[in-house]
């Protein structure tokens, strides 16, 4: 029950007091509440799928629940243009109306990378053959040092920094702010940067060479565009290596933003 004061024009001295009661229903649930992304007649659970984080040469499965949203039963699989990629619906006729999986069977030595890979899943009709839907991909490939014996671990390159942050102090909107980290390899063997992946668009790097020598020093210059929206900021750099002690390395820059 709630109770409420009310006043009138003219009136004040005699406030009024009303009150109201009820019950609050809950809405019924819908398979959009359940299965909020539509992707032609598939509603999912999530904008895209994650199919986690694996080493380089393994072959992993996974399944995600979805909804047939449409008026006819579905019957889709992945196609020939991307054979690393296998997919397929269960049951193998979704009806209208009901909920499914979908699985995924995804083959990392058939798509060589390191670090995130953003990637599509085609789907095409089990009848017609043709393309239905695209559904984005998200994944983390590592280097799979798992083979390595102990003499080729010591003689493995060793990635080493003079420092891995920088603090800018105070940057002014619209400027760019710079900063040059120096990489060594202390190993034997020589040092392969794979990837760089920056955590924001507004920081951009410049490598001066992927492949480092032992006692060599290369450069790394980093870009900071500031924005017009003033604040502090923490960004980072994560080096992907094939230092296999090592093999992901994160160089941070920092600092406030202010307009001019």
Known sequence: MENFTVFFNGRLDRPMELMFNGEVLPTEKTPADDFPFLYGPLRMRFHDLNLGRFRNTE?????????NAGEVPLKLRSGADKPYLDAYLQPDD????????????YNAAGNPGYGPMPDTLPLYSGRTGELVISIPLT?????????????????????AFTNTSHDFGVVRAGDEATHTFEISNKGKRQ???????SSSPFLQYHLESNKIRF?????LKVYFSAV???GP???QLTLI????????????VQGAVVRQ
Do not use: H, W
């Open 94 to 105: 979704l009806l209208p109306g009901m909920e499914g999986r979908l699985s995924i069977t």
């Open 191 to 197: 040092l392969v940067v794979r990837n760089v992946v």
């Open 139 to 159: 994944m983390y490939q590592e280097e799979d040092f798992s083979k390595l014996n102990e003499a080729q671990v010591d003689v493995a390159p060793r990635v």
């Open 233 to 235: 900021f923490l960004e």
């Open 241 to 252: 290596c094939n230092d296999p002690s090592r093999p992901e390395v994160n160089v941070y």
């Open 59 to 67: 072959k992993v499965i996974r399944e995600f629940p979805v909804y």
């Open 228 to 230: 017009d929206k003033p």
């Open 215 to 219: 006692n060599q020093k290369v450069s």
